[in-house]
């Protein structure tokens, strides 16, 4: 059973004491190949060495709205620089969150709007994260349409799922499927469709329910992989094979085939 992890930040600090361990025990679940999404400019130098010198990372330059107060008027321009030096899979992790009050909506807005401006002018897809605000980036993606990507930690509604589709975007389901308490997101689990799913940990954040209250890894998407199996009625190496090539295919990775 071959895995891909579509969601981790394996470069924080969080992992800097362990990190190889942490992706031994990942490789013996399974899982070859992760994607680290970007989350500041002055992380993405870090980042990108780390994939290059590992085999199986995959990265995406961005800047997260929860970092919005950090970002600044000129990592827009960096972003572009970036992106025609390196080879990211993705625009990544963008977005808003309007969860938190504390951030400035205005400036969220901004920083994504010109972020899909530059997805589109580099041709590459986005890693999305949406707290409170599906309705706010599904009228920004008419407005620029992007090439697909990935909502990641997805919990809204079958009706707008059916509508980032539309727009070529597939669904990260991880941690917490393996909660029963979870109904709504296990709901969604069993009725999208299974070309739209992909598998994510967020490690270090979102742990499984058999690790709750510890650091999340890698290693754990075989419990996600399993609960899904579960809901579906599926084998678990069915839906790794069909969620690994979800992924290849929405991110366009070159995998390793062994």
């Known amino acids: 059973m071959k895995l891909i992890d579509s969601h981790c930040h394996l470069d924080f ?6 990190r190889e361990q942490v992706l031994q025990a990942a490789h013996q679940q399974g899982v070859t190949d992760m994607v680290l999404p970007g989350v500041q400019s002055n992380r993405w130098d870090s980042l990108i060495n780390l994939c290059q010198a590992t085999a199986g990372l995959h990265y995406g330059l ?46 969220q807005i901004a920083v994504f709007e ?6 589109l002018e580099f041709d590459l897809p ?19 349409p992007v090439q697909g990507g990935i ?8 009706n ?10 597939k669904f990260g389901f ?48 075989s419990y996600c992989v399993q609960a899904l ?6 084998s678990a190496s069915q839906l790794a094979a069909i969620t690994r090539q979800n992924t290849i295919d929405v991110l366009r990775l070159t995998v390793r085939t062994e």
Do not use: W
């Open 174 to 221: 991880g941690g917490m499927l393996t909660y029963p308490r979870s109904r709504r997101l296990r709901e969604l689990a069993q009725q999208l469709p299974l070309e739209t799913i992909v598998l994510e940990t967020d490690s270090p954040d979102m742990t499984v329910q058999q690790h709750k209250g510890t650091r999340n890894s890698p290693a754990y998407l």
């Open 62 to 107: 961005g800047l997260h709205p929860l970092f919005i107060d950090q970002h600044q008027r000129q990592d827009i321009e960096l972003l572009r620089t970036y992106l025609a030096q390196y080879t990211p899979c993705a625009v990544g992790e963008i977005g808003l969150d309007f969860y938190d009050r504390n951030l400035s909506i205005d400036k």
């Open 13 to 18: 600090e969080q992992f800097s004491q362990d």
């Open 151 to 158: 909502v990641h930690a997805f919990n809204g509604s079958l």
């Open 160 to 169: 707008q799922a059916q509508r980032y589709q539309a727009h070529g975007f």
């Open 114 to 119: 010109a972020q899909l401006a530059v997805a």
């Open 229 to 234: 199996a579960e809901l579906r009625q599926m």
């Open 126 to 144: 986005v890693i999305l994260h949406v707290r409170k605000a599906h309705e706010d980036i599904l009228n920004l993606l008419r407005k620029y």
